[in-house]
């Protein structure tokens, strides 16, 4: 049977400070990547996310546990693993005095392509991110976002076996995240498997084919971002501002979930129009929308995915 691309088990680690307590960045995540999938690991800001992603991609140890990529163990075989991934980490910069076709093509032969696949993959690339009318000026001189783009198209142009992808579109414009995300499509129907990281809802429902939500180093639940939704118990959000005192008086209209500013009702079509009796009765300000990614994130986490530790 072929090994998975990606099979993390019990994965732990603690950093020790001198003076202060210890910090539980991850606690025991364990997670599955299937060959061509495309996953999510989708959580808050300092959930852990970047952390697995460093020790998956070899950049980390881990205080436990194990990772394997395509049957190679990341510590004990890295530069076995290293052949077979590529990484846009979220803190990486394409180099300042390079252009954005000079980074990728030399990236593409540092890893050992000929000449003629480096320069074609690196047109290729470059399309996709829409960066022909800037690629060639010096990197110092883009946007923070054409900075970005650069980054992923010299992972993308690498099609990798695996590539690790960690918050990919952060700083794009909404035109530039849906080209990305496209890219990745393209990627996996190729062959290639990707794992992302992202706190952005719609970029995991739109891109991952499975999601795990990940909170305070540890996997809260894992799935698809349709059956997430299906089992928050309904079709429908009705949102009370304010309404926090009034769990009791909406609990048996559906299921709830509890925002500080706010209380969501998640009900169906059928009882729609006694959730609204009651709130325009109470004179109450609601607002009616479908059941989204958001919703099943508030109800595993108890918390929005934008909000402080």
């Known amino acids: 049977m072929t090994p998975e691309a990606l099979v993390a088990e019990s994965v732990r680690k603690i950093y020790r400070q001198r003076n202060g307590p210890t910090v539980d960045a991850l606690v025991g995540v364990s997670l599955r990547v299937a060959r061509g999938e495309r996953v999510a690991l989708l959580g808050r800001n300092g959930a852990g996310k970047t952390t697995f992603l460093k020790i998956a991609?070899?950049?980390?140890?881990p205080t436990s546990g194990t990772v394997s990529v395509f049957g190679h163990e990341v510590q004990t075989e890295a530069d076995i693993v290293r052949s077979t991934i590529a990484v846009v980490p979220q803190e990486g910069k394409p180099f300042f005095h390079l252009t954005p076709r000079e980074q990728v093509y030399t990236y593409l032969r540092a890893r050992g392509f000929d000449r003629s696949t480096a320069k074609s993959r690196?047109?290729?690339?470059?399309?996709?991110?829409?960066l022909g009318e800037v690629a060639d000026r010096l990197n110092i001189t883009l946007s923070g976002g054409q900075r970005q783009r650069t980054m992923v198209a010299t992972v993308i142009a690498t099609e990798a076996p695996l590539l690790f992808l960690d918050e990919?579109?952060?700083g794009m414009d909404p035109f530039a995240r849906r080209g990305v995300w496209e890219s990745m499509r393209r990627l996996t129907r190729k062959g290639s498997t990707i794992l992302l990281t992202t706190h952005y809802l719609d970029e995991a429902e739109a891109l991952s084919e499975r999601l795990y939500i990940i909170e305070r180093g540890r996997v809260l639940v894992d799935g698809t971002a349709a059956g997430l939704k299906e089992e928050v118990g309904g079709t429908l959000r009705v949102s009370i501002r304010g309404g926090q005192e009034l769990a009791e008086t909406f609990a048996s209209f559906g299921s709830l979930v509890r925002e500080p500013e706010a209380l969501h009702i998640i009900t169906t079509p059928e009882r729609l129009v006694e959730v609204m009796?009651?709130?325009i009765r109470m004179r109450l300000t609601a607002t009616i929308g479908p059941v989204t990614l958001e919703e099943a994130f508030l109800k595993v986490v108890g918390r929005?995915?934008?909000a402080e530790n």
Do not use: H, K, N
């Open 57 to 61: 991609s070899t950049l980390l140890t």
């Open 122 to 130: 690196t047109e290729e690339a470059l399309g996709q991110m829409e």
């Open 168 to 170: 990919p579109t952060i």
């Open 277 to 279: 009796g009651v709130a």
């Open 304 to 306: 929005s995915i934008d």
